[in-house]
């Protein structure tokens, strides 16, 4: 039997930069979201991406074919859909808040398990849902009296990515993590194809205010923020490399921690960049959808 090397401090360096990279280029959603509408996004990041999957592909990371199509295009689509309302809420609010709620899908996986599947979780586990509901309110800061709908979206872009986690632990084992990534990029591209022809075959025009990333067709003249597009795609490429590496390296469940560093670095470069600014609640907030997931993360050892 080959004994498989574990690094925990090589792992622990590799997440923090992923985490960084990640964080540094999600604050360039809100500056394309100006320009061209989230289905344009998605395909040019496919076009973009799929190239550098592929040349991962041919260095050794893994290779991109599928051993379970259906299993693989559902987890892609729940990660699709996750990505969808986390992108669309960078358009509108502060990355914090998008952040923290994308956040909450390890808590969405706990009650998924617990409902869906019987599964009974200790004390622990029950404090730590406890601490990232409460954060996740601290951050997002729901007015009941003016309450609008994209509030929500990070909240259920955390939801659908607990679904993206659970598929990946209970149908793509086997699978390849480089196909799998193919995978996500590939259905962003198809769905931003699809809804790019039904704009256009409806004849909808573009919605105001929060709607306007969401109902945009195609732009042919976007200025300048083809940099951003290539800095945002390549960005993700990379720290999606990185969190691979990571996971890599060794055990899941200690790595999985390093992994709330974005709630540091993105609010952090969205302030030094765009002077995008939080409050002590959202602190608070922040710090305790944490301490959640870590105590999720340590407990699911």
Sequence with gaps: MVQVETRPLAAAVWMLAAMMMIGVVDNFVAVIA???????????????????????????MGPMRWQRAGRVLLRS?????AMLFYFASL?????????????????????????????????????????????????????????????LMPVLGGFFYALGALATREWCAGESTVGMLAGVMG????????????????????????????????VWA????????L?????????????IK???LTEPSYVAVFE?????????????????????????GIALISLAGAIIALRSS
């Design 246 to 248: 990571a996971y890599q």
């Design 187 to 218: 259905m962003q591209g198809v769905m931003g194809l699809i809804m790019l022809g039904l704009l256009w075959l409806f004849g909808i025009g573009e919605a105001g205010g929060a709607l306007a990333f969401l109902t945009r067709g195609w």
């Design 34 to 60: 100006g320009s061209i509408g989230l289905w344009q996004f998605y395909v040019i990041r496919m076009v973009i991406a799929l190239p550098l999957i592929w040349l991962m592909s041919r260095v050794g």
């Design 91 to 151: 358009a509108v609010m502060p990355i914090a808040q998008a952040l923290a709620g994308l956040f909450t899908s390890p808590i969405f996986v706990l009650i998924i398990t617990v409902v869906g599947f019987g599964n009974r979780i200790g004390p622990w586990r029950i404090v730590a849902v406890a601490c990232g509901f409460a954060g996740a309110l601290l951050v997002l800061q729901p007015d009941p009296e003016n309450f609008s709908w994209v509030t």
């Design 260 to 284: 709330y560093s974005v709630m540091i670095f993105g609010p952090l470069f969205a302030w030094v960049w765009f002077g995008q600014g939080i409050g002590p609640w959202q602190v608070w």
């Design 222 to 229: 976007f200025g300048e923020i083809h940099v951003w597009l």
């Design 231 to 243: 800095v945002q795609a390549v960005g993700s490429v990379a720290g999606v490399f990185g969190i």
């Design 77 to 81: 689509l729940f990660v699709a859909l």
